[in-house]
């Protein structure tokens, strides 16, 4: 079974910026496009951010210039910096290996999914 790591959730204060790291096996950190969704309270899990084999990257309209996406080849690490965070990014962050799209990241879909990490909880304080 194949496991994501995720870490770096937690509380934070509006305002405020926290970073999530994904770790991957490296056949799948080589092999696919990796991503990151969230999932409200009541709301449905929704894309937030894309970045290719080559650095390339896509975000959501929501989180475009507050939110950067990179990743590290040595660690087969993928970061998720979120500064500026807003209530509404109260989410359960999930990050996750994807079928890459050959015209270009574009934004994470969940039928682009091939693998799943366990999801880390942000709460942003008003």
């Known amino acids: 079974q194949v496991q994501l790591e995720e870490s770096g959730g937690g509380s934070v204060q509006a305002g405020g910026s926290l970073r999530l790291s994904c770790t991957a096996p490296?056949?799948?950190?080589?092999?696919?496009?990796m991503g990151w969704f969230r999932q409200g309270p009541g709301t449905e899990r929704e894309g937030v951010a894309t970045?290719?084999?080559?650095?390339?990257?896509y975000y959501a309209d929501f989180v475009k210039g507050r939110f950067s996406i990179s990743k590290d080849d040595a660690k087969n690490t993928v970061y998720l910096e979120m500064n500026t965070l807003k209530p509404e990014g109260t989410a359960e962050y999930r990050c996750?290996?994807?079928?890459?799209?050959?015209?270009?990241?574009?934004?994470?879909?969940?039928?682009?999914?091939?693998?799943w990490g366990q999801g880390t909880q942000v709460t942003v304080s008003s």
């Open positions: 996750a290996a994807l079928y890459c799209d050959t015209r270009g990241p574009t934004l994470p879909t969940i039928p682009s999914v091939a693998y």
């Open positions: 490296g056949y799948v950190y080589k092999s696919f496009c």
């Open positions: 970045i290719n084999k080559g650095g390339h990257t």
